[in-house]
């Protein structure tokens, strides 16, 4: 009898490694096919936010539909379930080798409309076949096995995602064109439908006497599943906070996104194990993580960016982590694992709704992270570190709960006003520490543990926020979040933590100031206008800004600026906060949208300059940088035409890049390198004559611009007004970008030394 109890767990463990291979194998091509696919579809559709938004729902509701679809195949028996989910996977196998169809999009189309419709057409019967994989193949297993928890399958799932998140941006784009990646994706997509068929060839014939339909466990409630679909929202949304958190409020580095996802992604399989001893320890302790470092991180201090990033990552990996586990904890038994999977996924989905679409349109900043952070300490598990503060709360709860949350009231109003500076310079701080206090006696008592939670929150960044919302300083749009400054002799236009922007105020508002003082390069090329194309110059420039290089307009000249941003219009035009284009060329055209797409719509040799200014901030727009960009701003400029191309970037080396497209494309090149020094400019005295005045320091940058013509003697009398141009250099073995191959990472300073004194 024993012998063959032996023989059954033989039978059950077999096909565990097969099940394993298909999901991991199916979850590395699901996200591997999303940036794969954005990376094809960037010169066609352009990088407006709308694009990708709608491309973001677009995936979510593929995902959603196949998790749907996984659920629904529980109607009909396991084999049959094999044999409709195989013929769905050859039929999608038509769409193959993926690419994104050719088509001409009209040039007023509504992103909303044909963007959904261009990627479901493209990918939508792959991604909703591969999509459906993880949790189909676990319920497979469960009854290939004779009924072994599945759910310990969902974590290879999970570092399949990861896998394939990471393999993209470090391996397949810096070693393969398009072409290549959409053969490497098919060749993956094959390996998994054998593997799927080698699944299906475990079902065992007897499962086929009774539908799968037949549940031997009680239906989840109604609270049961919301409960799963709020555990499943707030990790999710809190993912795509991070980011934006990050990257908005602490530091911009390039590539950010991919921790926070990863972390993501890791929590799974972390949580989804029984008798693991780090979930144990974070839900144990995730409330104290989540009041010191939730409440302390919003604060947006810069003097630590790094420190306060991986903080960040921590938080978000801690609170996923522990949701998770509890999310693993109330799941049903594997006889209802599909409607649970899809639960989840409706939550991940409403996580990301919210957080990447919904809270860019509801909040100035990024109010959503405080909420979520709150959310979390609202979910997670409250056990009470000591026995001490068990016995504390023991009699009378309700009323020491609204005594803690008077008396953190109380601090908080403290640590803001500190009345007569009773807590000395650093009230907010002692003022926290006494609320983090409080809160540390009142976790495993949740309404009063929230109080504090909150009372940190709006104490240590969350007051400031409100405060600067209040004044109408600060606008967000799906590009970041902007915030006017005013100062005594100058205001300020911020991105994030990147200054965007300087108007210097009364008679020297007109002065070109940051990267386009007279003396950079772009400077330099503005004033020359005259002499190189006469008086009625037509300049185009790509990225408004503040709308600084308009003060260089002069009257018979052509004036166009294009701006992807609205809200940046806005600001510089519409708003009154900065005077720029109102004071020196109020009837400039801009065009909102993507530059490339806009200049491909522009009549060929409409422009004799244009100047590229869209490559100093954590990301680089690739697609204007490739052989193709570089062919349209050729036929747009006339054959003498000048274009101008900033490359300052504290994380990427681009001078390569742009050297590599002027060799391939037969521009002649120059290169200035501007640092900022005394800078006099006369101005009307008053008293007649002039006064020369210095603009101040703080208001110039350093900078680094790269001239490009066709035409030598356009270049060599640029060149002959002085100011430091010098020849671009080479860098032998860097093949330009083009549509079908581009990677920052052989341009990453951080990862190229070499290239830091490029």
């Not at 919003?298 to 903080?311: C, F, R, V, W």
């Amino acid at each position: 009898m024993d012998e063959a109890t032996d023989d059954e767990l033989a039978a059950a463990r077999a096909p565990r490694w097969l099940f394993v291979a298909a999901i991991l194998a199916g979850s590395f091509l699901l996200f591997l096919v999303q940036p794969m696919v954005a990376r094809m579809a960037l010169p066609q559709l352009g990088g407006a936010p709308a694009v990708w938004n709608s491309a973001m729902l677009v995936y979510q509701a593929l995902l959603l539909g196949g998790y749907a679809y996984a659920h629904w195949l529980g109607r009909v028996p396991p084999r049959m379930q094999a044999t409709i989910h195989l013929a769905v996977l050859l039929g999608a196998a038509l769409w193959l080798p993926i690419g994104v169809i050719a088509m001409e999009l009209p040039a007023e189309a509504e992103p909303a409309l044909w963007v959904p419709w261009l990627l479901v057409a493209s990918i939508g019967p792959l991604f909703f076949a591969i999509s459906a994989q993880a949790p189909l193949l676990q319920r497979w297993y469960s009854i290939a096995s004779h009924g072994r928890d599945p759910y310990a399958l969902y974590a290879a799932s999970n570092i399949g995602s990861f896998g394939g998140l990471l393999a993209y941006p470090l391996i397949v784009e810096p070693n393969l064109a398009l072409k290549g990646q959409s053969w490497l994706w098919t060749a993956g997509y094959v390996l998994v439908l054998l593997l799927v068929a080698g699944c299906a060839s475990r079902l065992p014939r007897k499962a086929d006497d009774e539908p799968h339909i037949a549940h031997h466990s009680p239906a989840p409630s109604l609270p049961r599943v919301l409960h799963w679909i709020v555990l499943a929202l707030v990790p999710s949304g809190l993912m795509l906070a991070t980011t934006t958190f990050l990257t908005t409020d602490i530091v911009a580095v390039p590539m950010l996104w991919v921790l926070p996802l990863g972390l993501y992604l890791l929590s799974f399989s972390v949580a989804f194990r029984d008798g693991a001893v780090l979930p144990e320890i974070l839900t144990r302790f995730a409330p104290v993580i989540i009041l010191l470092f939730g409440a302390t991180l919003i604060a947006g201090h810069q003097k630590l960016a790094y420190l306060n990033a991986i903080i960040g990552l921590l938080l978000l990996f801690a609170i996923a982590v522990t949701l998770h586990t509890r999310m693993y904890a109330l799941r049903p038994a594997p006889d209802r694992l599909t409607g649970f999977y899809l639960a989840m996924s409706v939550g991940g989905a409403l996580g990301g709704v919210f957080a990447g679409l919904l809270a860019p349109l509801m909040f100035d900043w990024t109010y959503e992270y405080p909420l979520l952070v709150f959310a979390a300490g609202a979910l997670c598990p409250q056990i009470f570190l000591v026995p001490a503060s068990g016995a504390l709360w023991r009699h009378s709860a309700g009323l020491k709960t609204l005594g803690l949350a008077l008396a953190v009231a109380g601090l908080v109003w403290l640590g803001i006003a500190n009345p007569g500076g009773l807590l000395g310079e650093m009230h907010e701080q002692i003022a926290f520490v006494l609320v983090a206090a409080l809160g540390l006696v009142a976790i495993g008592r949740r309404p009063a543990f929230l109080a504090a939670l909150a009372g940190g929150l709006i104490l240590f960044g969350g007051y400031h926020a409100i405060q600067l919302s209040l004044t109408d300083a600060r606008t967000r749009s799906y590009f970041g979040v902007y915030t006017v400054t005013d100062y005594a002799e100058e205001r300020q236009l911020a991105h994030g933590t990147t200054l965007h922007g300087v108007q210097l105020k009364g008679a020297l508002s007109r002065e070109p100031t940051t990267y386009y003082v007279p003396g950079s390069g772009v400077g330099q090329a503005m004033q020359a206008l005259p002499d190189l194309y006469g008086p009625v110059a037509r300049v185009g420039v790509v990225g408004l800004g503040t709308g600084t290089l308009a003060c260089y307009a002069r009257p018979g000249q052509s004036w166009r600026f294009f701006e992807i941003d609205p809200a940046i219009v806005q600001l510089a035009r519409d708003s009154g906060k900065f005077s720029f284009l109102s004071q020196c060329a109020p009837q400039t055209r801009i065009s909102i949208g993507d530059a490339r797409v806009r200049l491909t719509e522009s009549p060929s040799a409409s422009l004799d300059l244009l100047a590229l200014d869209a490559f100093s901030s954590d990301t680089v727009p690739m697609h204007l940088l490739t052989r193709q960009a570089f062919a349209t701003y050729g036929r747009v400029l006339a054959p003498n035409g000048l274009l101008l191309v900033h490359i300052s970037n504290r994380f990427m080396a681009l001078a390569p890049v742009v050297s590599a497209a002027a060799h391939d494309g037969g521009w002649q090149a120059v290169r200035l390198s501007y640092e900022p020094g005394p800078n006099f400019v006369a101005t009307p005295g008053t008293g007649g004559g002039t006064r020369v005045e210095q603009i101040e320091r703080d208001a110039e940058s350093a900078s680094e611009w790269i001239a490009l013509s066709h035409d030598p003697a356009v270049l060599n009398r640029l060149v002959a007004r002085g100011g430091g141009w010098r020849p671009l250099g080479a860098w032998p073995g860097f093949a330009p970008w083009t549509d079908d191959y581009a990677s920052v990472i052989p341009v990453l300073r951080l990862l190229h030394p070499e290239l830091a004194d490029d």
